[in-house]
Structure formats: structure tokens, C-alpha cells
């Protein structure tokens, strides 16, 4: 009888790139950070305070002010009850939830809140290496693809705050493999978490769907919209307009945060922020458009035979283009909306060398200058946008490359009637020449 892998050997790499990420993490925000920067304050991900206000309010049920000041909540209540866990250990030691500043330079919550949110982040570590599994990636390979996830991970966990995005992307990932199993009410529970904790999987979606069979996608959209459904139906019955007027427009400050040409389309709203505007509509339409782009190269074919690692993997570069609509047509951007699309392209870029290496420089060079502070409305979008093209270009490969690769691994032999056919040509061929 043989023995199955422990899991700690089987996702070694993740692991070990989840224990170097909270140990940069919690040193670079609380030690070598400030003393570089020169500040005698923590560098910490402001961001992450709003959602942990939010967490410890679900913990007292005082569902009403999840969408009221100093929450900043915008997207769907699951990000909250991600961090219910550390609220509830943070309350009960008492080391209080105020937003770091002047007054308190030095949060002992973060001690706490720290390594849980770093590690939660982290669950997209271990989503992309199990997919890099399925796809029959080297070890060498995969070992890779951790240490670039965690370079990229770093914006979205230390800098910034927002473990609810990775989540997401994780369940979204873990969506993908249980529908390549035929395991389709699994994938819709696992996509409806994801969407209420994060809706920015949403443009996956139609991506995802094509691959159903038609008689499937009713009930499959069913039980996906369920989870995410319920939570906002339980903040609307609190307070409908602040959670409404949150969860609708999801105000953006373009004086904080990066305004792009897409803005001059935004509405406007009280306090300098500006809407999402009709740029998302636009992504929408055109993430349709990358299913369609799916649907015509595969048409029926992964609904009745297996997903290969080829059309696996093809699955996996077009959800990364959907996520990239949204960075491309936002009409405010912030560094770690790039993240999504970097985690998907990495992972689809995991089978090969000559894909994985300039993809994962890329999206690691991509992560650090997206940090930089550019006000104008063209240089930071325009350069983002160019180096998730650049990404995205990598991790898909040439066109001759794919197609060689593609007959290597699925040659396409002739059918029997086109060869029973040339047969027969050159017998009458023969008994005209006779």
C-alpha cells in the first residue's frame, strides 16, 4: 500500500513563503521600516483598521454601522467576517481597534492583527500551488511561483491591508479546481464566498460559466449568488441607506489615490470622492467578451471530456485578461488592485520555463512601481496598464510556441473518413492509370 504525502511536505513551498512574509512583514512595518523611512511611527497598512472596526461591530452584531464611519467598508460584508477571529482575540484582550496616528504610534493590535491578516493573505499561496499541481508543474517551478506570489503578495497584505482580496482570489482559484473535477455545487458555493468577500471576482465569472453545461448555469448562478446575497440582505435590513449608497457607488478619492482618464466620466460625489463610474460597465461587457473569445475556441468540448492542462491553463490566462479590465477601466486605482491580475497570470504561466521566469519579473518589478506616488492622471495608469499587458503577454507565450506545445501534448491525428477518403482516391487514381 502506498502512503500518502503529508500536507506539510505537499505545499512546503507556500509554507515556507507564508513564514517569510510575516516575519518581513511584521519587521519591515514595526522595525527596520521606520528607522529607514526616519519615522519614529509603525509603518502599517492603514487600510486594514476600517475592516477590523467593521469585524468587531459583526462581533457585537451592530450590523447597522458596518457601512457607517470608520468602517470605509465598500464591498460586500465577508470581508468583515474574514476578520471576526482576530476581532473577537483583539476585544477580548483588550488592546482596543483605534486607526493608528499621532496619538497612538504604536498599535499592540497589530502585534495580533499582523501575522493573522499576512497569513489569511497567504491563502492564495496555497490555491495557486495546488493548481500548479494539477497542471503537472516541477517542483523547481512551484517553489518559484511561491516566491514570486509572495513579492507580489506583499501589496496587498503588508503594504495595504487587504487580506479580503487574496481570499477571494484563493476561493476563486479553489472554484476552478473543483469544477475541473465535475465537482460544480462545490464550485458555485466556492465562487459565492468568494463574491462575498470580494466582488472583484465577478469578472471571472462569465469566463467560468461558458465552461458549464448550458442546462447547469441556472442553478449554477443560483447557489453562487446565495452566500453573498444573504449578507447583504442582512445589512440592508439594518441600515439600507448607508450600506446602499457603500455597496453601490463605492466612493473613491482621486486626491488620495490614483485617478485615471476614466474619471472624467465618473459622477462626482460629496467630499471629493467620485463614483466607480460607467468604466466598470465597460469591463463588464468586455470580460463577456473574453467568454466569448473562450466559448469559440473550445466551444463544447471541456463540457464532455476532462480539462488538460493545456486548456486548464488557457482558462486560467483569459480570467487573469477579465481581472485585468478592471485596473484598465477603473476611474480610481490603488497599487494593490494590480494583484489579482499578477496571481492568475503567474499561475498560468506556471508549466514552462520561458513563461514563468520573465512573468514572474514582470509582475514582481510591476508590484514595487506601483507603489510610486505619480498624480497624473496618464503616468501611473499608463504604466500599470503596460506592465500588466507586459504580464499577461509573458504568461501567455507566442503563438507558434503554444501551437507547438499543443502538438506535442494532444497531436491531432486525421479522422478515419478523411483518411479512408484519400485512400480511395489514389485506388480509383491507380485503376484509371491501369
Avoid at 462581533?59 to 468583515?80: D, K
Avoid at 502585534?111 to 503537472?136: C, H, K, M, N, Q
Avoid at 499543443?406 to 480511395?424: N, R
Wanted: aromatic share 8%.
Amino acid at each position: 500500500m502506498g502512503t500518502s504525502t503529508p500536507w506539510m511536505l505537499k505545499r512546503v513551498f507556500p509554507l515556507l513563503t507564508t513564514v517569510i512574509l510575516i516575519a518581513v512583514g511584521m519587521a519591515s512595518s514595526t522595525w527596520w521600516g521606520p528607522h529607514l523611512a526616519g519615522k519614529p511611527a509603525w509603518q502599517l497598512p492603514d487600510d486594514l483598521w476600517g475592516t477590523m472596526i467593521a469585524a468587531q461591530r459583526l462581533l457585537h452584531l451592530h450590523i447597522g454601522g458596518l457601512y457607517t464611519p470608520p468602517t470605509g467598508l465598500v464591498a460586500l460584508p465577508g470581508a468583515a467576517v474574514a476578520l471576526v477571529p482576530i476581532a473577537a482575540l483583539i476585544d477580548a484582550a483588550g488592546l482596543g481597534f483605534d486607526v493608528p496616528g499621532v496619538h497612538d504610534t504604536h498599535p499592540a493590535s497589530w502585534l495580533v492583527a499582523g501575522p493573522y491578516e499576512i497569513a489569511l493573505s497567504a491563502t492564495a499561496l496555497f490555491a495557486a500551488d495546488s493548481i500548479a499541481e494539477r497542471l503537472g508543474a516541477s517542483r523547481p517551478k512551484r517553489m518559484l511561483l511561491a516566491t514570486g506570489g509572495g513579492v507580489t503578495l506583499w501589496s496587498v497584505s503588508v503594504r495595504w491591508g487587504h487580506p479580503e482580496d487574496a481570499v477571494a482570489v484563493a476561493l476563486l482559484m479553489y472554484g476552478v479546481l473543483a469544477l475541473a473535477d465535475s465537482r460544480t455545487e462545490r464550485s458555485a458555493f466556492l465562487l459565492g464566498v468568494a463574491v462575498a468577500v470580494q466582488p472583484l471576482v465577478l469578472l471571472a465569472v462569465p469566463v467560468l460559466v461558458v465552461m458549464l453545461e448550458p442546462r447547469r448555469v441556472t442553478g449554477y448562478l443560483t447557489r453562487a449568488a446565495a452566500p453573498g446575497a444573504a449578507l447583504l440582505v442582512v445589512a440592508l435590513a439594518a441600515n439600507w441607506r448607508a450600506t446602499l449608497t457603500a455597496v453601490a457607488d463605492q466612493p473613491n478619492w482621486p486626491v488620495i489615490d490614483h485617478p485615471t482618464p476614466w474619471i472624467a466620466l465618473a459622477p462626482h460625489m460629496s467630499h471629493g470622492a467620485v463614483a466607480a463610474g460607467p468604466g466598470r460597465g465597460i469591463a463588464v461587457v468586455l470580460a463577456c467578451a473574453c467568454a466569448l473569445m473562450v466559448e469559440r475556441r473550445w466551444g463544447g468540448e471541456l463540457r464532455t471530456t476532462e480539462w488538460s492542462s493545456v486548456k486548464l491553463t488557457e482558462l486560467l490566462w483569459w480570467m487573469a485578461v477579465a481581472l485585468a479590465l478592471r485596473c484598465v477601466f477603473e476611474s480610481v486605482m490603488v497599487a494593490y488592485y494590480v494583484w489579482p491580475v499578477l496571481a492568475m497570470a503567474l499561475v498560468a504561466a506556471v508549466r514552462h520555463w520561458s513563461r514563468l521566469i520573465p512573468a514572474t519579473a514582470t509582475a514582481s518589478a510591476l508590484t514595487f512601481v506601483s507603489q510610486a506616488s505619480w498624480r497624473g492622471r496618464w503616468t501611473w495608469w499608463t504604466a500599470v496598464t503596460a506592465g500588466l499587458v507586459l504580464a499577461l503577454v509573458f504568461a501567455r507565450g507566442t503563438r507558434s510556441e503554444r501551437r507547438l506545445r499543443q502538438m506535442i501534448i494532444s497531436p491531432e491525428v486525421p479522422p478515419p473518413l478523411a483518411t479512408t477518403s484519400s485512400q480511395g482516391s489514389q485506388d480509383n487514381r491507380l485503376r484509371n492509370t491501369t
